[in-house]
């Protein structure tokens, strides 16, 4: 795809979005985004570049809207389990039937190309010892449920004019200006820097690709200018086989990467104990001549460096604005937003905000 194609971004506000976007703009592309800003106000280090935001919420984008745009990049979703939990209904109305009317409209509006960010989250607990992209899904969360519900759908849309992608990523780690801890190295690397002490809940065996951020926006990137051939339809799981990890792997890491860190491992029934250990061997495949640029070593000495340099304290790093469930909570408790998850100021003057292209 050449530079200067127009790209929309939704969820360009969250934490892969608020790097991804910047990266694909340096790139040449002309990239607009948009967001309904749930976590405007949870910054932890500067944006990077400043890019044209539409605040509004994906369910209630119009056709017309998406006019225009070469290609769509959907990130936008409730993006944990936890948040699946708190209530089953947003995360199907968001991730799957939000998702499905998105693509439908895009389909609608001619945009021909759809990249959905999945999850190897779907894989669930495998029983195999390695899951590529023909292995049977196994959603145990709402969540995953969720991006499962919305590949299927969005498959069925596929045609000669409409090519969506579904890129699966593994739980993805370091430095974002909507920074989130609430994800597997991020919290190894907070306690580590904060309490000098990372504990492991598990037996640490579980498998966990893990993905740095930048390496998402780059492998995302690779997806939007390959020839439509190679991508139509496709299920990429987006990683390397080196940064397959196991749980005690990624706290050793941690640990390491934080003088006199230690670490500790208390087994507690009922702990996190999914396990996937992906194959990426479609990715490279496919995108013969990309390389994942970081490890997770490479990944705990960015945030080390990033942390020393904000002077991160414990109050900041357990702070409700990094940890998606509890600024959700925090939203709905102060009646910032409503039971259907929109926000109450801006519904009364919705149609002002959604014409306007604010920065973020
Ligand atoms: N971070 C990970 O480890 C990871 C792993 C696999 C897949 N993913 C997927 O990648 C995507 C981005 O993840 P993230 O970590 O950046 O999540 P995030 O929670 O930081 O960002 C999601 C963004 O979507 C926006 N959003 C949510 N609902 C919206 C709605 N109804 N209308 C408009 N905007 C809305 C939020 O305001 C937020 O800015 C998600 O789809 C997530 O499921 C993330």
Redesign the pocket.
């Known amino acids: 795809m050449p530079d200067n194609k127009r790209i929309l971004i939704?969820?360009?506000?969250?934490?892969?979005?608020s790097v991804m976007a910047p990266w694909l703009q340096g790139q040449g592309f002309d990239v607009i985004g948009?967001?309904?800003?749930?976590?405007s106000a949870c910054t932890l280090v500067p944006d990077r570049a400043v890019v044209p935001t539409v605040r509004?919420?994906?369910?209630d984008v119009t056709a017309k809207e998406l006019a225009g745009f070469d290609a769509v990049i959907?990130?936008?979703?409730?993006?944990?389990d936890p948040i699946g939990n708190l209530n089953t209904a947003w995360t199907r109305e968001?991730?799957s039937q939000?998702t499905i009317r998105l693509a439908t409209l895009a389909k609608q509006a001619g945009i021909p190309r759809f990249i959905l960010?999945?999850?190897?989250?779907m894989y669930g607990t495998s029983e195999a010892a390695v899951v590529d992209e023909n292995s049977p899904l196994a959603p145990r969360t709402e969540?995953a449920r969720s991006?499962v519900e919305a590949e299927m759908a969005l498959r069925a849309l596929a045609d000669d004019r409409f090519s969506p992608t579904f890129c699966r990523?593994?739980?993805?780690y370091g430095l974002s200006p909507?920074m989130?801890f609430d994800?597997v190295l991020n919290d190894f690397m907070g306690n580590a820097f904060t309490t000098g002490r990372i504990v492991i809940h598990s037996d640490g065996t579980p498998w966990r690709p893990v993905v740095h951020v930048q390496d998402v926006a780059r492998a995302f990137q690779a997806v939007l200018e390959a020839p439509l051939e190679t991508i139509h339809n496709e299920a990429f799981n987006i990683g390397a086989e080196e940064i397959n990890y196991q749980i005690r792997d990624l706290g050793r890491i941690a640990a390491e990467s934080v003088p006199g860190c230690e670490l500790a491992s208390v087994p507690q029934p009922g702990a996190d104990q999914r396990t996937y250990k992906a194959d990426f061997a479609k990715f490279k495949r496919t995108f013969p001549g990309f390389s994942f640029r970081w490890t997770a070593k490479d990944g705990a000495k960015e945030l080390y460096a990033a942390f020393q340099e904000i002077g991160l304290k414990h109050s900041l790093f357990t702070d409700k604005r990094f940890t998606?469930l509890s600024w959700l909570r925090h939203l709905i408790d102060s009646k910032s937003i409503d039971e259907s998850?929109r926000w109450t100021e801006v519904r009364a003057d919705a149609s002002r905000n959604r014409a306007k292209v604010s920065t973020g």
């Open positions: 939704t969820g360009n506000n969250g934490y892969i979005g948009l967001d309904t800003g749930y976590f509004a919420d994906l369910r959907h990130l936008a979703a409730l993006s944990n968001i991730n939000g960010s999945s999850s190897c989250i969540y991006k990523n593994g739980t993805v909507r989130r994800t998606r998850l």
